[in-house]
């Protein structure tokens, strides 16, 4: 509980929200901007993070994606809304709502990157969302009971890895030929070297406080720039959002075809959507679930089974 007290040196610990209760303080100096906001920019930082995920979620929506996918990118939005009541109030309970969002929604997609049986019927049934919830409950009551944010790191570090292994073990499935490939990895590198560039300049923020507070008020109104809590947020945020659609594209690839779905590499905010006619494409598996795919769409199948029936009523 003490890893961060080094922070709290010399800041206003009481503001318009009541008194600080959450057990960390950043290294923003607090209240420097306005008194309704302890953290301007750690709190600001926030806000694009909660439109990404929103525009994630419609968009996704939208291109008639399975609403499980959408979840992902709500969940985005969600971590972002309980980060800002957190930094503008570093009350405990936002604080709650911005770390234990993060526990959630990761667990929610290692859920999502176990599922890779064709179709969208859930692989492990009603027990997979009841294991999902139990492990939910249990982080959030340990938490609750051992109120030390080192423990929430390494719970949600553990979880993120294991849910980063996965994807690369499942991107070895797809064609090696196929350019949808090359795209997921593509994004799926960048996503995590962008958050984890985020994760050191973070924790660079944290070692080097002193200094950098004394550096900030050298620059003036340029001093923002050296708030590296706030780049971990815009880093984090769309890091996160750069894997959510390269592993949302991953698993459709798997379910359904790799031929189905696209998204366009170029993109700032690329979300997946599904290409035309392939919308409905089928895929085939061996028995160890390792794609072999044709590719064809069932439109496709279709037509192939009225020709072969006309061809035998011919005969």
Known sequence: MGAFDGLRGGQISHGYWGPHTGTIDWCESNYSHTPYIAETYNTVTNI???????YGALATYFAGINKRYAVCYLGLSFIGIG?????????????????????YVVSYAALMVLDTLPGFKPRYGIWGYLVLTAWCLFVTFSYLYLPNPVYHQV???AILLGTTARNVTLIRRLPSAHPGRKLVTRYMAWGIFTFAAGFGIWNLDNIFCTYLRSWRE????????????????LMTGFGSFWIFTAAIYL????????????????????T??????AKSAVVVVDKKGEVVGTGETLVDVKEKSKEQDGKQNGH
């Open 155 to 157: 719970a949600f570090a």
């Open 218 to 233: 050298l620059l003036g109104i340029w001093g923002f720039l050296l708030e590296g809590h706030a780049y971990w947020h």
């Open 251 to 270: 698993q459709l690839a798997i379910k359904v075809s790799p031929e189905a779905y696209t998204f366009d590499g170029n993109a700032w905010l690329p």
């Open 48 to 54: 694009p993070v909660i439109l990404a995920g929103i």
């Open 272 to 277: 997946v959507r599904p290409t035309v006619p």
């Open 83 to 103: 980060s800002t009541g957190f930094h503008a109030s570093l009350r405990w309970e936002w604080q709650l709502l911005d770390e234990l969002p993060m526990i």
